[in-house]
């Protein structure tokens, strides 16, 4: 069974872009939670999503966004970049909603703003 | 709220010792506990978790953890310390839900760097 599969694994952007990040879960996932990580804050609840909606939702700025698709892959979009941005984002999928028992995380994006 | 408190940001051991890694959580509700760890620019792997069934949960890679409801701790221990185990554990907590799985986000701690020296 392939694991969870976020694309890309490098990005490098400008302060003032957009950025879409990918994340495709294990074949029969249907919830999907990002997380941020940095040095500083470590890691971080960003939202999670199942059957195409949004349940939860952590302590972030309305520029990160995401949503998920029928085929429960999920994408995050963060807008107006900002230097703080820099980050891994990673990508968790389990079965059910908020069934965290049974997460499974990808390798990350590793995103990096200048 | 819930919280996690790893003691330690950084923990080194010689090859072959005894491996501690401390945890202590805080929750009002009766916790999921886990312990996972991530190598370098990789994500996170599970190597094991609590959700009460026996208290001394066996992991893979020969970790294990004791949870203690009295001392609010779910310390990540291994007997003999080798090279590969070097690398950032993270503990983490959810909370319990009603239909018997978890609910709600993970809540990580800031997690601990363990080197190991030869």
């Known amino acids: 069974k392939a694991g969870v599969t976020q694309t890309p694994r490098y990005l490098i952007k400008t302060r003032g872009q957009q950025v879409t990040l990918s994340c495709s879960p294990i074949s029969g996932h249907r919830s999907v939670s990002w997380y941020q990580q940095t040095p500083g804050q470590g890691l971080q609840f960003l939202f999670e999503y199942f059957s195409e909606t949004q349940r939860n939702k952590g302590n972030f700025p309305g520029r990160f966004s995401g949503r998920q698709f029928s085929n429960s892959r999920s994408e995050m979009n963060v807008s107006t970049l900002e230097l703080g941005d820099s980050a891994l984002y990673l990508c968790?999928?389990?079965?059910?909603?908020?069934?965290?028992?049974?997460?499974?995380f990808g390798q990350g994006t590793r995103l990096t703003v200048v | 709220a819930q919280s996690v408190t790893q003691l330690g940001s950084h923990v080194s051991v010689s090859e072959g010792a005894l491996v501690l890694l401390r945890c202590n959580y805080s929750s009002s509700v009766p916790p999921y506990l886990f312990w996972y760890v991530q190598y370098p620019n990789q994500g996170l792997q599970l190597l094991l978790k609590?959700?009460?069934?026996?208290?001394l949960v066996k992991g893979i890679n020969g970790f294990e953890a004791e949870f203690k409801k009295s001392e609010t701790s779910f310390h990540l221990t291994k007997p003999s310390a080798h090279m590969s185990d070097a690398a950032e554990y993270f503990c983490?907590?959810?909370?319990?839900?009603?239909?018997?799985?978890?609910?709600?986000?993970?809540?990580f701690g800031k997690g601990t760097k363990l080197s190991v020296k030869p």
């Open positions: 968790a999928s389990s079965p059910r909603q908020g069934m965290n028992t049974e997460a499974f």
């Open positions: 609590y959700t009460s069934a026996a208290t």
């Open positions: 983490a907590v959810t909370q319990r839900g009603g239909y018997g799985g978890s609910q709600g986000n993970l809540i």
